[in-house]
């Protein structure tokens, strides 16, 4: 079992930078694949980012790369997306996501556990 707790979503205006963190709970974090996925009002979730046990492998959402990296810190069963040139269309909740896996997918429904998400606003 996992428990995920997302922090340091906010405000920002738009070309700002924010860094999303997710903890997790438990002592076997970096034998989970991690993934980051949004849901803006009215649509459906959506995959941003995924990283493998090790982070040796990654995957992005073409609307985010090169603009969001992914990472994580297994010693302090932490993932974290760091955000950059943000966008009004990057604005939604933002929720970070466990695989009982050590391999990542973009797919919502092949992941596990989810945290309870993390506003993200993005002003003009």
């Known amino acids: 079992q996992v428990q995920l707790v997302e922090s340091g979503g906010g405000l920002v205006q738009a070309g700002g930078s924010l860094r999303l963190s997710c903890a997790a709970s438990?002592?076997?974090?970096?034998?989970?694949?991690m993934g980051w996925f949004r849901q803006a009002p009215g649509k459906e979730r959506e995959f941003v980012a995924a990283?493998?046990?090790?982070?040796?492998?990654?995957y992005y959402a073409d609307s985010v790369k090169g603009r969001f990296t992914i990472s994580r810190d297994n010693a302090n069963n932490t993932m974290y997306l760091q955000m950059n040139s943000l966008k009004p269309e990057d604005a939604a909740v933002y929720y970070c996501?466990?695989?009982?896996?050590?391999?990542?997918?973009?797919?919502?429904?092949?992941?596990?556990?989810w945290g309870q998400g993390t506003q993200v606003t993005v002003s003009l």
């Open positions: 996501a466990a695989r009982d896996s050590m391999i990542p997918t973009t797919s919502t429904w092949t992941y596990d556990y």
């Open positions: 438990g002592r076997t974090f970096r034998r989970y694949a």
């Open positions: 990283i493998s046990w090790s982070g040796g492998t990654t």
